[in-house]
């Protein structure tokens, strides 16, 4: 049974850092996307980053210079670095992962067939 557990979450002051890990289990990944979306209340789950098999990590816009994604397949975990962390940025975080193997990035969610539960992310102002 494949299982994402995504950890780090909190509450952090505007400017601040979090780094969020995604653990996988069940299968590896090492060959497929991962990536990171996020649900604030009342919005749409949206896309944040993707990193894949080959490493190339793509951004949605207003993360960009802020964020960095990563992934460690020895360990079949990734990551997500959040500095400069902003009000807007509140939401709940969700790692997913592709089951295809290789394939071009994936910036969608139904690209994705497997999902963590999510952790929270508050930024106060």
């Known amino acids: 049974q494949v299982q994402l557990v995504e950890s780090g979450g909190g509450l952090v002051q505007a400017g601040g850092s979090l780094r969020l890990s995604c653990a996988a289990s069940g299968r590896t990944f090492s060959s497929s996307s991962m990536g990171w979306f996020r649900q604030a209340p009342g919005k749409e789950r949206e896309f944040v980053a993707t990193?894949?098999?080959?490493?190339?990590?793509y951004y949605t816009d207003s993360v960009k210079g802020r964020f960095t994604i990563s992934r460690d397949n020895g360990e079949n975990t990734m990551a997500l670095q959040m500095n400069s962390l902003k009000p807007e940025d509140t939401a709940v975080y969700y790692c997913?992962?592709?089951?295809?193997?290789?394939?071009?990035?994936?910036?969608?969610?139904?690209?994705?067939?497997?999902w963590g539960q999510g952790t929270q992310v508050t930024v106060s102002s």
């Open positions: 990193i894949t098999w080959r490493e190339s990590t």
């Open positions: 997913a992962a592709r089951s295809v193997v290789g394939g071009a990035p994936a910036l969608v969610r139904t690209e994705y067939a497997y």
